[in-house]
């Protein structure tokens, strides 16, 4: 994500004139994204800024990128299947929605000495060392770190739905929203979940809730079966007890059992308090 900030002095400079907004209204745009291990998060940039959310971003890029973004997608995905994986393993591709001209952003890039128009599969675009970019509609930078052409077919040109409603729903109601399908590996969230458990989730919806200034991660994951969701209750729950003694403090045993449960093959996490100090940990190895 550092990368994509690089390529934004580009242009900042040169965002005036008519205020764009996303085309997309009906759908959300990362219901496009989703395939198989691909790691997808969005961030409702709105909320963020209006929470106060995004403490200790002093990079100015990053902060004219969040001012002029409503929403921000990326999707990630690797071959490895070490773990825990790397962020440096995988490559990325993505739309940020909001104020983006095409004629403005577009000439700016054409323009720039570090980037060059090329195309691909009938599909123009501008290419720079660290990242490729076009605006191909009002309100939409559509970005990958090496296969623009991909990226721009698979979101816009050709969309194919992979998150349905209920879900795209969920996440697009949250500050922040992640969503994994039978992955392979993961980057290491903290948890010290084993990799044969990770293997065994055939789906993860996580998502970053807030009432008035109470920020609170929920999660709905979907096990093989009702065996490796017990396991994977068993640890979450262990997980919690350890931090909590950690910290010297007693657990409430009933009140756990009520945040970190399983129906069936459906491992559910309820109202885990978050801080905006660890809302922002989270979001920051995403745009290192």
């Not at 995004?54 to 071959?79: C, M, Q, W």
């Not at 500050?175 to 065994?200: A, N, R």
Request: proline content about 4%; charged content about 25%.
């Amino acid at each position: 994500m550092k990368k994509i900030l690089l390529f934004c002095l580009v242009f900042l400079l040169f965002l005036t004139g008519c205020v764009h907004h996303s085309p997309y209204d009906k759908e959300y745009f990362f219901q496009a994204m989703g395939e198989d291990s691909e790691i997808i998060i969005t961030m409702d940039a709105d909320r963020l800024k209006d929470g106060g959310y995004l403490i200790g971003y002093d990079d100015p890029l990053l902060k004219e990128l969040i001012k002029r973004s409503e929403r921000v997608n990326i999707a990630f995905h690797t071959d490895t299947e070490n773990y825990p994986s790397q962020f440096s393993d995988y490559s990325y591709y993505g739309g940020l929605e909001g104020n983006y001209g095409p004629l403005v952003v577009n000439n700016a890039l054409r323009f720039n000495k570090d980037f060059e128009e090329v195309e691909s599969d009938g599909i123009s675009f501008y290419r720079s060392d660290l990242v490729e970019a076009k605006v191909p509609r009002g309100g939409l930078l559509v970005f990958s770190s090496d296969d623009y052409p991909s990226a721009y077919q698979k979101t816009v040109k050709n969309r194919e739905i992979y998150i349905d409603p209920t879900i795209a729903s969920r996440l697009g109601d949250s500050v922040i929203g992640l969503y994994l399908k039978d992955p392979k590996t993961i980057i290491d969230l903290g948890f010290d979940l084993p990799q044969p458990v990770i293997q065994k989730m055939r789906e993860a919806i996580v998502y970053i809730l807030e009432d008035g200034s109470d920020l609170s991660l929920n999660a709905d994951i979907t096990m093989e079966n009702e065996s490796s969701a017990r396991t994977m209750t068993t640890l979450l729950r262990n997980w919690v007890l350890f931090n909590f003694r950690k910290m010297g403090k007693r657990p409430d045993i009933q009140e756990l059992s009520k945040k970190y449960y399983y129906e069936g093959d459906s491992v559910k996490v309820r109202n885990h308090t978050l801080t905006k100090e660890t809302l922002s940990k989270l979001t920051r190895p995403v745009t290192k």
